[in-house]
């Protein structure tokens, strides 16, 4: 079971707004000993949408889409959860209960439109508007305004996966390299990776930005027991290559 994540508008694709949910949602997760496995960005294309969903759905992940739960006509992720799924589209008898409690004597058509989900669907609370968004199964489904989306990620990350928080240790180590080259160090990498099969091996070249040096950030990431030995195996083969390094500061 990995963590990934669907944000849909095409506000985000077309440049008028910039995507939130990417980097907070790897902070979220992070702050819960989590990692995020992949994440799509789509258009507000119902076919598109389906599409993804359906495939999405067929896995094991948890997925938390972001966005196109209102009830204007650009929001679709509704339908097309539904379509996904192969269920009908209906309102949900506590989201409704939500809608007339907020609303009171106001309550319309679209508002309530805004608590119709997929049959089978439970609600996650929005302590912003109290506007529900829902969850099938393993896939949650929230608005794509941040100060709504976020603590309604958070709630359904402390009440259904509680169990998962902080359930793998992982540390990371890394090293900048001076005067070599990926090629030159990739059978070095390979190495590892056989001997460790509890870490990836990671390598991000640099041209030089904002001053620096050129180099390669090398390093391993994974079980904390085998990051340090493999980290003297990695100086240990910079060094025999001739290239020159530095440590980095480690994480985890």
Sequence with gaps: MGFGAIIIGDEILRGKRHDKHFGKLIELLGARGLTL???????DDPARITATLKRTL?????????GGIGATPDDHTRQ??????????????????????????EV?????????????????PNPVNQIPGFS???HHFVPGFPVMAWPMVEWVLDTRYKHLHHGVAEAEASIRVFGSAESI??????????????LK?????????????????????????????????????????????????RTG
């Design 201 to 249: 091996v990671f390598s991000l070249p640099s041209i030089g930005e904002d001053g620096e040096r050129r180099h390669i950030e090398l390093g391993v990431r994974g079980e904390p027991g085998e990051v340090a030995d493999a980290m003297e195996v990695i100086r240990a083969g910079v060094t025999e290559s001739g290239a020159t390094w530095e440590e980095m500061p």
């Design 80 to 105: 097309c959860a539904a379509d996904a799924q192969g269920v009908p589209i209906a309102l949900h008898p506590e989201a409704e209960a939500i809608i007339r409690a907020r609303f009171a004597g």
């Design 185 to 198: 160090l990739t059978p070095l990498m390979e190495r590892v990776e056989s001997r460790y099969g509890k």
């Design 58 to 66: 067929a896995g094991r992940d948890v997925v938390f889409s972001f």
């Design 136 to 138: 099938m199964g393993d």
């Design 108 to 124: 319309t058509p679209f508002r309530l439109k805004m608590g119709e989900f997929p049959v089978g669907s439970t609600v996650i």
């Design 37 to 43: 496995a992949w994440a799509e960005h789509l258009g």
